[in-house]
């Protein structure tokens, strides 16, 4: 039987796999791998086949259309007329929008980017040692825990 849980690497990881030691797992029915993070920087612009959520485009174009109704209705009382004054607006609110968003994404990015590795620690035991294990590894906050027969 094989037991196979996630975790963040951390101390309690270590923790965990002591006290399996302690509970006659041996060693050699232990493995941790740990993942590697990815090194590709996020996408700017999102294609028909890879979205990752992030679009720089929808805040700028709600910012554009703001500016731009604003820009129309005060062109009746300006000069150059509401149409000058509503493409005046739009890319003024699209601009803003834009330029905004990365501001977000950026420190989105500084953020997310202290998160730990993640480490899938398999376990192989006997099914009675089953119930032992999977409270040792709840014990040690495991994210998630899968056993397989």
């Known amino acids: 039987m094989h037991v196979v849980a996630s975790f963040e690497y951390s101390t309690e990881l270590e923790l965990a796999i002591q006290k399996l030691h302690e509970a006659g797992v041996n060693e050699e029915n232990i493995i941790a ?64 929008g834009i330029l905004l968003k990365l501001l977000i994404i950026k420190n989105e990015g500084k953020m997310t980017n202290k998160k730990c590795t993640e480490v899938f620690l398999a376990v192989r035991c006997k099914e009675s040692q089953l119930e032992t294990i999977k409270s040792i590894l709840f014990k040690h906050y495991a994210l998630g825990i899968g056993c397989t027969i």
Do not use: A, R
């Open 33 to 96: 791998i740990p993942l590697d993070k990815s090194v590709d920087k996020p996408q700017l612009f999102d294609t028909i086949h890879h979205s990752d959520g992030k679009s720089i485009l929808d805040v700028g174009l709600i910012f554009g259309c703001i500016f731009m109704l604003l820009g129309s209705i005060y062109g009746f009382i300006l000069q150059w007329g509401p149409v000058i004054w509503g493409l005046i607006g739009l890319i003024f609110g699209l601009t803003i």
